[in-house]
Structure formats: C-alpha cells, structure tokens
C-alpha cells in the first residue's frame, strides 16, 4: 500500500494508516460529542467513511467555551471531478449548515502544476475554476464561503508561506512526503502553501481562532508539518478529520481515480454512461451464474456496488441492510443490486449538475 499526497496504491489498510500516521480513530464517545450539537450524524459518519481525527475533543472544547472554529479545505484541481472528489466537500457542507462556521477552499492550481509533467500554469488556472464550480455547487453559502486560486491569492499566501517556510527544513520534508533529491524545490516550498489557510484567518482577526480541516487521509502530512511549525508562530494547532477513499469501480484497491476512466464515474457523465459503467465495470461479489447466485449468495463486503451504497447514496440502514441480506441470501442479483445505485447516481447527478449551472462564483471568489 501507497498512500502519500501525490500517490495512492494497493490495499489500503486504514487501521495500519492510523498507527503510522499518529492520528486517532473516530470513537462512538466522539460520535454522541458530535450529535450533541448537530442534532444528527451525517451518514459519513455514521458508516465511518470519516474515520479518524486529531484534536477533535480540543476543538469542541473552545467550540462549548464559545469559542467558534472556522472549516478548511481544498482541492487540487483536474481535469473534471469525480464522485470520490465531492466526498470531503459533500461533508464539509454538513459542518458547515450544524456549526455555522466560515469556510475557506484552497484551490492549489500552484501545486498541481509542480506535480503533474504535462500541465500548463494555464492549464491549472483554468482547471482550478471550472472545479470551482462543481465545489460550490455542493450547496455552500455565500458570505460565510470563501474560494481561492493560489495562484490568484498568492501575494497573501505568499507573504504568509514565508513564515511557515523559514521553520520547515528540508529533512522533515524529505521524511513527511518521501521527497528525493530527483524531486523540483517547488514541491518543498508547496508546503508552506497549505498551511496558510490553517491561520490566516487567525492574522486577519488578530486573535487565534481554531481551525478544523476535513480531507481525505492521504492529506495528512501537509497538516502533520502545519501542526508541528503553527504553534512555533504563536498559533492554534489545527483540528482535523479524516475520510477513506472512494473505492474505484473496479474494485477495492487503490482510489478512484481522474485518470482511470473505466473507475471512476465523473459529474459530467450522463445517464447513459453511468448505466454502462457500472454495468460492465462494478466489480462485483456476485456468483458467475445465477443459479450459483441463488445457491450460494453474494459477498457484499468485496461489492463495489454495495460499498458504495453503503457509504454515500443509502442513508436508510433499514433499506441497506435488508439490500445486504437479500444480496447475501441469493435473493437479489447483481445486476438488480447495480440498479439500484444506477438509479441513485443518476439522480444526485442530475441534481448536481442543476445546480452548476446555477453558481454565481464572483460571490466566493478571494482574490488579492
Ligand atoms: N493538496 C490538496 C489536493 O491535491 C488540495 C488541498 C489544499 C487540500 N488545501 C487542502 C485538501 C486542505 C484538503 C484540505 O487535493
């Protein structure tokens, strides 16, 4: 198993990634915390695609002390977006509506420029706010929702960066993200780029102010170094919670990913699309035959199809698990299985891209 910032591979064992990452795994204590104050547990919760944290109890602690945090995170921008991209704003949203709290969304159009052989400044830039408008579309508020380009904001985060740069040596970012000396000193740098968000807010208001990041896990070094060098300039460690991918179609290895076509299923692919791929790609537990389906049933816990009904597209856990018994018993067949998250998709979709359309992005923009 791989799993550094750039690069997710193979098996992925989220139990070893706690013990090696340092963070901690989300208990059911921290779970009732949560619904104290959101009334409910968004179904990412409940199903543990969040899974672990860091300083979570911190955080709620000012939170109940009146002291409000604010939410960060971001997106490395590509060539059209995925399902397994919408997963942390999906929720963020979610933190946002129960806590009432700002959000910032870094947009590193800077930092997949250094990383990817191929693409342009341009190319990035533009890739940056067309992506903007599938984040938005999640449904955030204006006013309390801030967006931006790197690129675009860089003489603020610049002039912040700085700060972080002068504490981060070169053997912390060589151990933290694997850098060789084959990598380019842009990507060391980069770094410094993703702490700003974590306390610019904080230099604005001129007090500390705590900050909460939710990402995916393979995130977790750029904020393991933003904790370590925050609190040497005089500011809050940042909180953070952490999700699990979103297994590719294809099976359970690895992430979905934007340059796989056949794994991932992107916001743009329409009704027919995601009908064919998930009936020739979802990998499946199913028996080769039916008759052996009836006989012996289907392994829910290796099916795409089920994993990800399970993880996003059914809230219901009476409907989920009696869609798991039947599947189990031989009763349901893979393919009535994959219809029934054909039919989800195809509607959050549809829903999705209503609203694209309707974002007004000049009302999030930061820009210096
Ligand atoms: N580096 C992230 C990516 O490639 C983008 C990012 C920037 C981010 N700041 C973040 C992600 C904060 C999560 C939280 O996707």
Redesign the pocket.
């Known amino acids: 198993m791989k799993v550094t ?1 750039w690069e997710v591979s193979g098996q992925i064992d989220y139990d070893k990634l706690i013990k090696e990452f340092g963070v901690e795994k989300i208990d059911d204590k921290l779970l009732s915390r949560i619904k104290k104050h959101t009334g409910d547990l968004h179904v990412f919760l409940r199903r543990k695609l969040f899974f672990a944290h860091r300083d979570m109890n911190w955080l709620l602690d000012e939170y109940e002390r009146g002291n409000k945090f604010y939410l ?5 921008p590509s060539e059209g977006m995925h399902l397994g991209h919408l997963i ?1 704003f999906m929720f963020t949203k979610w933190l946002q509506d129960k806590f009432d709290v700002p959000l910032y969304i ?3 159009d800077d ?2 420029f250094l990383v990817k052989d191929k693409l342009t400044l341009k190319d990035t830039h533009r890739m940056a706010y067309e992506n903007a408008l599938d984040v938005v579309a999640v449904g955030f508020k204006p006013g309390k929702t801030f967006i931006f380009s790197d690129l675009d904001y860089s003489k603020t985060l610049y002039n912040n960066a700085l700060l972080v740069a002068k504490k981060l040596n070169l053997s912390t970012a060589k151990a933290v993200f694997g850098i060789t000396n084959e990598d380019n000193v842009g990507k060391i740098f980069f770094a410094s780029m ?1 702490s700003v ?1 974590a306390f610019l807010p904080s230099i604005e208001a001129g007090r500390n102010i705590p900050c909460l ?4 896990i393979d ?1 977790d070094p ?2 393991r170094v933003t904790r370590d060098i925050l609190p040497k300039l005089g500011f809050y460690k940042p909180a953070s919670i952490q999700s699990q991918f979103l297994p590719p179609l294809t099976g359970v290895e690895g992430k979905m990913s934007a340059s796989q076509h056949e794994s991932a299923i992107y916001l743009t692919d329409d009704e027919k699309i995601v009908a064919n791929k998930i009936r020739k790609y979802a990998f499946s537990g199913g028996q080769p035959t039916i008759q052996e389906h009836r006989e012996k049933g289907g392994n829910p816990d290796i099916d795409v199809s089920f994993i990800w009904l399970k993880m996003i597209f059914e809230e219901s856990d009476e409907k989920l698990k009696k869609i798991h018994d039947d599947y189990k018993s031989g009763k349901m067949l893979t393919s009535e299985l994959k219809e029934i998250l054909i039919e989800k998709i195809n509607k959050f979709l549809i829903e999705h891209r209503k609203n694209r359309e309707k974002v007004k992005l000049d009302k999030f923009l930061l820009k210096d």
């Open positions: 910032p960060y995170t971001g997106r490395g942390p870094q947009l590193t930092e997949k993703q968000p990041i939710p990402h995916g995130q750029y904020f």
